[in-house]
């Protein structure tokens, strides 16, 4: 997990000392639609909708290519069962006709609040993360699906499925 976290961290220096001339940080937030899928989980679970708030960057590769590096506070989990999480994705994003764009990339997310009145979900969880976007100026809006590849709890097939609707401002 630390090692992952100091690779993902050594990835971001090295791009935005790298390429310093492209780079735009912002703020960003929105709605999530999460649940939690898996073999061990009644199919008649309902999903939970919560908010996410943040901060994004944006460092400039090439012309088409940036790497979007976030840091979000993320209400996840599923009704009766909350899991707030810090996410840190790290986005490798193809941009094209100068506003669209598609992101993919890994997310790292470390557990920061749970509604678990028994045991515990693990602290750490990995991410797959999808999405698409779009840019008008400073302004921005995305759509997200991220899904887990690690268990939310020790010994059990429950993986994390989280579907976000952005909008945000570049501020510089």
């Not at 090692?3 to 790298?18: E, H, M, R």
């Amino acid at each position: 997990m630390k090692k992952s976290f100091l690779l993902a961290i050594t990835i971001i220096g090295f791009s935005i000392s790298s390429n310093a001339q492209d780079i735009k940080f912002g703020v960003k937030g929105g709605v999530n639609f999460s649940s939690i899928n898996g073999n061990d989980i009644s199919d008649d679970i309902d999903g939970r909708t919560g908010y996410h708030i943040g901060a994004v960057a944006q460092v400039g590769l090439t012309d088409m290519f940036a790497l979007q590096p976030e840091l979000i506070y993320s209400a996840q989990g599923i009704k009766n069962l909350d899991i707030d999480y810090i996410n840190i994705p790290v986005l490798l994003k193809l941009k094209f006709a100068e506003l669209f764009s598609v992101e993919a990339g890994p997310q790292f997310g470390f557990v920061i609040n749970d509604g678990f009145r028994t045991g515990k979900p693990q602290s750490f969880d990995f991410n797959g993360a999808l999405g698409a976007g779009v840019e008008f100026g400073s302004f921005f809006g995305q759509l997200r699906y991220s899904i887990g590849f690690t268990d939310v709890i020790e010994n059990a097939d429950w993986k994390n499925s989280n579907f976000q609707v952005s909008v945000g401002y570049y501020i510089f």
